[in-house]
């Protein structure tokens, strides 16, 4: 047997301990035994919505847009599709009626994410999800409450778009939230 000698590429690891900018961030001591390790990140992301882009658009103008297949009964869709999943016809832009959208179910959040402290900057009691049932829609919308009160979301409330426009813009989901509709809470 000949042995051939390979060539290869060493790799060499940066330190990456970091203790002293936590210590800085969180003002305290970080113990030895807990690992600072900085992963620093720069890069720019682009991101393409593609063919649901008109949905996103419509947001950022205060419109809400779903799908619908001209060849098959389903409803609209929302969130769009590009294609029909049922025959994968092209789908049609269509406005969406929300005059009687309801909540369906709803969850509480305590730890909702970055693009949620815009909306709940005192913390106080967790963001509500929820998910918006809206007649002629064949799929169940999810989204937040933006406003909500004691005792707020229930199974079947009333609620309405509010979108984030302008400078406001997000360019993303979060550019949609649902407030009460005011109305009587019925049990």
Known sequence: MVESKIERQKVTLKEGLKPELVEKLFKQPVPDEYWVIANPRGQDHFHSYGGVTPFFEGLTEGKLL?????????????????????CWGKMEWVPVDTSEARVYTHSTTNYPGEGFKL??????GGVPLISVEIPG???????????????????????KPVFRTGE?????????SWVPVDEEKSQ
């Not at 829609?137 to 609620?159: A, D, N, Q, W």
């Open 66 to 86: 779903g799908t619908k297949c001209p060849d098959e009964d389903t409803g609209i869709w929302l969130p769009p599709r590009v294609d029909c999943p049922d």
């Open 168 to 176: 406001d813009s997000t360019f993303s989901i979060l550019d949609l």
């Open 137 to 159: 829609v064949c799929t169940k919308l999810m989204s937040y409450l933006s406003e909500f009160g004691e005792g707020e979301p229930y199974i079947g409330m009333r609620v």
């Open 119 to 124: 909306e709940n900057e005192g913390g106080g």
